[in-house]
Structure formats: structure tokens, C-alpha cells
């Protein structure tokens, strides 16, 4: 099997099923609970959360744990929100995030924010003054994703954290889901408020990740009950999840800094290949990040082409798996200003770094043959 929809999510190591099975078993009681085994499980939420916050060189007591992506984007958007609507009531995103944002923030319209959705280029890229001309004296909060799920485009989120840093009453939220473990990223950086981050893109567990809130932040909870959490994310923590999480973590940045031309040379390898495919466009820039590559082969339909590679054990996507079995068209590529033949044929290769340079070359004398197959196939 060749599994190329990374993106999408990503197997669970060995490692980290392990560690989430002895902690379900051993350490069963509830963190919360003042008896010794409550006490134990506190003890080994704690040092989870310091060893990932080591990991990241921030403070303990800025991560939220959280189900994963849509909750912690969820958290960041509608906490600051409602937290400080008395400070004002604009919101600026783009217009090719990823579904939890973009809803999170459809939501917040209907109870009478403005949301401004900034456009990008047709490499997909938000340019810097866009969001400075954006921002006006009733601006709260600033969400952009570092690397986009679909086109793998890399925003300027430094230069974004610079503007946003001038601006005391704006917080800027990124959402790092697709970068984290691919791209380097500081967490510190100054402007930079709340990331999102979520376990089952970098081979840890589906239900596990976590907000990063900077210090002295304030949000409104989403969730009401035991006040776990600082308050901010009641309910019993998935402890198991949260040690499986910071095992996942560690693995995940061992691998980038252990080997970090690999997947640039896969990406390489696959563009070369691709480029020799007759009326196949490529739609990533060579500037995007090298764990995705979108294309479209205008005239065919990416389900068909999807369907005849899983008959053979190579498994791509289309778009983003919350939102591919929605509408034909690419929102995303949409939005870059892309023709319609392009929008509507568009396939995402995503790897890691467990994909090796004989899968792609399979991958593309498969793709080649397939889409020969397919054209005679329609006369």
C-alpha cells in the first residue's frame, strides 16, 4: 500500500498506541480524584504537559488540551470573541482556511460580529499589507493558518506576527495543524497569541491536541463544568491521549530535525514526474511546503482518477477531508482566482516522513498509466 493523504491524517505510531495503552491501563483514575490514584495521574498529566511544553520552549501552563483541530480553532475563535467583544466586534481570516475556522467565524456573524475574509493570490499566499490595510479600531482578533491544507502554501506568519504585535488590544491566532513537524515554528514568537496544533496529523491519536494560549490571555470557555483546565476546558482530561500526544511530539520533531531534506526531495521527485504528464497542471507553488503537492488534470474527474489508483493500493485525496465529499469545486483554488477545469480536477499528494522515494516513482508510472487507461477509456 502507498498512503499518500498524510494531510488527511496519519497512521499512529507503534510507540504511540503503546504508551496509550499502558497509561489506559495503569493510570485509569480520574486526575481530579483526591485519592492516591487520582494523585498519581495528576502527577503524570503534569509532567506530559512539561515535557511537550519543553519540547516547544513554552510554558506549561499555556496548553490547553483539547479533542483535536476544529475544537482548539474553535476555542481561539469564539473564546477571544466573546471574551472581548466589549473591546469590538471584527474578526479578520482569509478565505481559504479550514472549515473549522471559516464556520467558527460564519457563526460569530449571525450574533453580530464582522468578519472580514481577505483573498489571496493565485499561489494562494496572504501578502502582509493585506492584513495591515484590514485592520481597523475595532479589530480583536487575526486567524491565518500557517500552511494550507490543500495547496501547501506557506504564509508569511512572522510578518503577519510583526503587525499584529503593534496593534495591544488584537490577538492573532494561527492555525499550525498542516506545519506543525514540517516547517520550523516558533510558539514564542512575539504577536503570536493561540496555535493550534492536533495529534492525528503528526502520527499520534484522532480526540488528542492542543491550543496554545500565550500568557496572560484571556478567552471565554466553550465547555462549562469541573473548571479543568484553568477553567477553560472542562472535563475529565483524556490523559492517555495527552501522554500518547507528547510521545507523538517528540517523535514528530526527531524525524524533521534528523532528516530534514527528505521531504523536499521527495517533493522533488514528484514534481519532476509530474511535469512530464501531458495536460497535468501543478497548483502548489515551488515554494510551498514540500509534504504537499496539488495538481489537476483538467477534464477528469479527480473521484474517478482517485477510485482507479485505490483499485491499486495508492491512496490521494481530493481536497481537504472535511470538506471533500461537499461540492465538485476546490473552495481553496477557488479562491486563488484558478479556472473552473483546474478547480474542479484538483488531487492533493501529501507525505510523511515515513514515504520513501520508491513509493513516488511508483506513484507516477501507476498515475501515468491510470490516466492513459481513463482517456482511452472515454474515447
Not at 476544529?70 to 466573546?82: D, P, R, S, V, Y
Not at 497569541?193 to 494560549?213: A, E
Request: charged share 20%; hydrophobic share 35%; proline share 4%.
Amino acid at each position: 500500500m502507498i498512503y499518500f493523504d498524510h494531510s488527511a491524517t496519519t497512521y499512529p505510531y507503534s510507540e504511540v498506541l503503546d504508551t496509550f495503552q499502558k497509561v489506559s491501563s495503569r493510570f485509569f483514575a480520574n486526575p481530579s480524584s483526591v485519592h492516591s490514584l487520582g494523585g498519581e495521574v495528576e502527577q503524570l498529566l503534569l509532567q506530559a504537559s512539561k515535557q511537550i511544553a519543553s519540547i516547544l520552549h513554552v510554558k506549561a501552563n499555556t496548553l490547553l488540551f483539547t479533542s483535536g483541530g476544529t475544537e482548539a480553532n474553535n476555542l481561539a475563535i469564539k473564546g477571544t470573541a466573546l471574551e472581548h467583544k466589549n473591546r469590538g466586534n471584527h474578526i479578520i481570516t482569509t478565505s481559504i482556511e479550514h472549515p473549522s475556522v471559516l464556520e467558527a467565524c460564519r457563526s460569530l456573524e449571525e450574533q453580530g460580529f464582522t468578519i472580514t475574509y481577505i483573498d489571496p493570490d493565485s499561489s494562494g499566499r496572504i501578502h502582509p499589507d493585506q492584513v495591515k490595510s484590514a485592520i481597523t479600531d475595532q479589530t480583536i482578533l487575526l486567524s491565518i493558518m500557517h500552511v494550507n491544507n490543500e495547496l501547501g502554501t506557506i504564509q508569511p506568519i512572522e510578518e503577519i506576527a510583526d503587525i499584529a504585535a503593534k496593534y495591544p488590544k488584537l490577538l492573532f491566532h494561527v492555525d499550525h495543524v498542516q506545519g506543525f513537524g514540517k516547517i520550523p515554528f516558533s510558539f514564542s514568537y512575539p504577536g503570536i497569541d493561540l496555535v493550534t496544533v492536533s495529534g492525528h496529523k503528526i502520527h499520534g491519536l484522532k480526540g488528542t491536541g492542543f491550543l496554545y494560549k500565550r500568557s496572560g490571555i484571556r478567552l471565554s470557555p466553550l465547555l462549562h463544568g469541573g473548571g479543568q483546565q484553568q477553567g477553560l476546558r472542562s472535563g475529565t482530561e483524556n490523559v492517555a491521549g495527552i501522554v500518547s500526544l507528547a510521545r507523538a511530539i517528540r517523535m514528530t520533531l526527531e524525524k524533521m530535525n534528523r532528516n530534514p531534506m527528505h521531504l523536499i526531495r521527495l517533493n522533488t521527485l514528484l514534481r519532476t514526474g509530474l511535469k512530464e504528464i501531458p495536460g497535468l497542471i501543478i497548483n502548489s507553488s515551488e515554494q510551498c511546503a514540500p509534504h504537499i503537492v496539488n495538481f489537476s488534470i483538467p477534464g477528469m474527474k479527480p473521484e474517478v482518477l482517485i477510485h482507479s489508483l485505490g483499485q491499486k493500493d495508492i491512496f490521494v485525496s481530493t481536497k481537504s477531508a472535511c470538506s471533500s465529499k461537499s461540492k465538485d469545486e476546490s473552495a481553496v483554488l477557488a479562491a486563488c482566482g484558478l479556472d473552473r477545469s483546474i478547480t474542479t480536477s484538483a488531487i492533493r499528494v501529501s507525505f510523511s516522513y515515513s514515504n520513501t522515494e520508491e513509493e513516488v516513482n511508483e506513484f507516477l508510472n501507476t498515475l501515468k498509466n491510470v490516466i492513459h487507461q481513463l482517456k482511452q477509456s472515454l474515447g
